[in-house]
């Protein structure tokens, strides 16, 4: 009988777990809502250049925590339990990307997103994806966290979430952005330590689909999240569905 071997943790397995170390401290819910979408689809299909859905749902969801103050709001334990709310948003956008011999998560940023046009989106989560993760200093300072022992992380990240209010928007993010669509599957309920993270499944043919927001009961109730997620659709099919249909007469002219 042969015997399996031990393996060091990578560095992207060691920010997994401080993250998920800090996520199973937040009573995190998930609220789903079906949404119709076939004319943003379809204005989508016709841009030029067409942006990802990421980019689309990113700026949506800006607008939304733009009007949604509780959505920009993070319970912070220490010294005492309250609310600190952020002035403006930060998108923070999951990324899988090579590191070493494995993939590995990584974080990026966008700063106030819904003030952003659809291109310069996109064209920063494609920066994002391809760009050499050392020319990238929100990816070096990911990994240069990482490297420290486990009890000077796992301090950083407490200073971060429960004490510091302006840092942690700076180094977390305001809302998170995670998906698989593209692969063709979505997580259910994806831990994160950030108040909300919006997640999508596939966007069928008929224009149909599933959106989430996974949030901290601390911060806001089930009530504000659905009313959120109303409010996200009418963005898609209005001001999303605007540009998009602008983009579609530069691609024409």
Same mark, same amino acid.
């Given at each position: 009988?042969? @015997? ?38 379809? #204005? ?20 939304? !925590? ?10 912070? !334990? ?8 952020? !002035? /403006? ?20 940023? *966008?700063?106030?997103? $819904? ?5 310069? *989106?996109? #064209? ?11 020319? /990238? ?8 966290? @990482? ?55 596939? *966007?069928? $043919? ?6 989430? *927001? ?38 024409? #002219?």
């Amino acid at each position: 009988m042969t @015997t399996g071997r031990n393996l060091p943790l990578s560095l992207p397995r060691r920010l997994v777990c401080d993250l998920v170390h800090f996520a199973h401290q937040v009573p995190s819910v998930p609220v789903q809502r079906r949404m119709n979408l076939v004319g943003l689809a379809a #204005a989508r299909q016709a841009a030029g250049p067409r942006p990802s859905w990421c980019a689309i749902f990113t700026k949506a969801y800006g607008f939304v !925590s733009a009007r949604f103050l509780q959505l920009r709001r993070a319970y912070m !334990s220490w010294p005492t339990p309250r609310l600190y709310e952020h !002035s /403006i948003n930060i998108a923070s956008v999951a990324f899988e990307r090579q590191f070493g011999d494995e993939e590995g998560v990584f974080f990026g940023h *966008i700063r106030q997103p $819904e003030e952003r046009g659809l291109r310069e *989106i996109d #064209a920063t989560l494609r920066h994002f994806k391809e760009a050499p993760i050392e020319s /990238i200093s929100q990816f070096r300072r990911i990994l240069m966290i @990482t490297r420290l022992p486990r009890f000077l992380r796992r301090l950083g990240w407490s200073l971060a979430l429960k004490i510091w209010g302006r840092k942690r928007a700076h180094f977390l993010g305001t809302f998170g952005v995670s998906v698989y669509a593209g692969l063709g599957a979505a997580s259910l309920h994806p831990l994160s330590p950030i108040t909300t993270t919006l997640n999508y499944g596939v *966007i069928g $043919e008929d224009g149909a689909v599933d959106v989430r *927001i996974i949030y901290d009961h601390r911060v806001m109730d089930g009530a504000t999240v659905a009313r959120a997620l109303e409010e996200l659709e009418r963005v898609l099919n209005s001001e999303i569905l605007t540009e998009l249909r602008y983009l579609e007469g530069t691609r024409a #002219a």
